[in-house]
């Protein structure tokens, strides 16, 4: 009996340590998570008219990379600019107005919600060329993900359940709470 009690008590004072170390990296984790991602649009390229008339050399960088929520796009381009426009204007290649303007040759924009965002050049002529670009992301990973052999952030998402799941079995055990883990 008595020695039960001293195997409990050492438990909950090792379990208080466990705690404080494992809330300790679950505040770590969450900053990973909530870290945000500047990407510079066209890679060393940056943004300027395709060598070659090519429509779709925006939409696969685009499509290489993962965007989330409040990541920044930097656009950099020199005699040139770069507009967010609808998609009707970008399927028109033409804008008179649009969402954002900017031609100061280096351009920070934040994409602040999920959805699709469809940026032009503001000059004559370079979105027909190529100089145009959708970006297209949704919350968590899109439907596809689990086929896809390079989910990098999908898996930086899946992690932090994980452990949470597991730290809370670990602590109920140890606790010897019994409480449904679902
Ligand atoms: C994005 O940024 C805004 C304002 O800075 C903030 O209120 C919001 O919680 C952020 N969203 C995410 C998903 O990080």
Known sequence: MA???ITITQLKKHCSSLAL????????????????V????????????????????????????RFQVNDTLRFTYKKDSVMTVTEEE????RSSHPVFFSNNGDTVLKLDRPGLFYFISGVSGHCQRGL???VKFWHGPPPQAAADPSPTSAAAFAAPASIV??????????????LPVG
């Open 3 to 5: 020695s039960g009690f």
């Open 21 to 36: 170390i494992i809330v300790l990296i679950l505040a770590v984790m969450r900053l990973r998570a909530v870290e945000c």
């Open 38 to 65: 500047e990407l510079d649009v066209g890679g060393p390229y940056g943004w300027a008219t395709p060598p070659a008339k090519n429509d779709q050399m925006y939409n696969d960088w685009a499509s290489k990379n």
């Open 90 to 93: 970008y399927e028109r290649c």
């Open 132 to 134: 145009k670009m959708v």
């Open 165 to 178: 799941k597991t730290v809370f079995i670990l602590l109920s055990s140890l606790l010897g709470v019994i």
